[in-house]
């Protein structure tokens, strides 16, 4: 199925930064890995670091699914407040959560420091305004817990948004910890380090099947080619609730734009912007001075569906960007469509399935993507190589 429409922009922006050959003889591993986006690319550089032999495969191109589409916000907020969460797993565990992404920004800033390339990562705050007055009294609660709990976040009046940022809000809260990356560029510098230290790499290759060897697994492909692996590493999103029966991801679609380069600064500081409404407007800058928006989010039923309903879409991303910000002629340059996952409690999927033998999930659904791909990385890491993880069960199956 197609992830996203044509024209996503990082791809577009980028070019062909390198090629990658299909699957055409049979490999021998430790680990094989089932996707070639952030998250594959992030645990394979892990995996690699540790001295473990990686083979990576993806029936698309690389890094042309839902990461080319993806608008990388990174935020250490899941798309579930902490004040729910705390609800549904209880305040500790919920803590702990948001912590982990947290610490995840942290980690992928020490990841790009290491890399040739830091890919346009940027650290910014992040303020999370309220889309209605009757939103300010739940924000101002999730504010206060998070600040209980050594989150770096104040609460910002309207007089404060309108004198610190230059635009119109209700009230929001400043988070000092969130950031900004090109996905797609940083998925192929992974790969490249990770090729350095004898990670091999394959798309358009597809694996048709696999089966348990009592030793390992068995992988399958369409070029009849057989990848023996000890353990199998799915990270190919929602394309993995295919294997399994277990129900835990609903789809939406999700659209964005990107305006022309050398905008206008329409607000004064350097920070990603996104809102309480859902689906809510989620919006940054990137490095050549363009705006960056998404939202609009509606239950997935095809990619056709969703891609016709792109022009839509994108004029109402441009209406809400021009009322937030009416001082200034904004244009959309590109736009497109994507597909992405969200769970009942909005955190990720990462570990065993009890449902498949000698695998592993690495599943980054919602806006958090990119920070759960770096918690899967090291939860991952420490399971393959029979370490116990103590934040494992966060995120395990049958919660």
Known sequence: MDLKSDLPFWPVKNGLLRCYPPLKSDEDCDVAILGGGITGALVAHRLTQEGLSVVLV??????????????????????????????????????????????????LAEIVSGLDDACDFER????????????????????????????PVRWRSTLDIRNEFGFEAQGGILSQQAAAVDPFRLTHRLLEAGLNRGLRVYDRTTVLAWKSTGTGVELTTDRDAIIRAKVMVFAN???????????????????????????????????????????????????????????EDDPFRSPARRDAQLDLKKNRLLERLKSLFPDFPLESEYAWAGTFGETK???????????????????????????????AAEILSDLIQGRPNEDAHLFRFGR
């Open 58 to 107: 993806d029936r698309r191109e690389i890094a042309q699914g839902s990461t080319s589409a993806s608008t990388a916000l990174l935020q250490y907020e899941v798309d579930t407040h902490l004040t729910d969460l705390a609800e549904m797993i209880g305040k500790d565990a919920a803590v702990r959560a948001y912590r982990l992404c947290s610490n995840a920004i942290d980690q």
């Open 124 to 151: 910014q705050p992040s303020l999370y305004l309220a889309s209605q007055p009757q939103d300010i009294p739940a924000l101002q609660t999730e504010c206060e817990l998070r600040a209980r709990h050594d989150f």
């Open 237 to 295: 999103g929602y394309e993995a609730q295919t294997a399994l029966r277990e129900k835990i991801v609903t789809l939406k679609s999700t659209y964005a734009l990107i305006t022309a380069p050398d905008q206008p600064q329409v607000w004064k500081q350097p920070c990603l912007i996104w809102e309480s409404a859902r689906p809510y407007l989620y919006l940054r800058r990137t490095a050549e001075g363009r705006i960056l928006a998404g939202g």
């Open 345 to 375: 409690d909005g955190l990720a999927y990462i570990g065993p399935s009890p449902e498949i033998t000698n695998a592993h999930f690495a599943l980054g659904f919602g806006g958090n993507g990119i920070t759960y791909s770096v918690i």
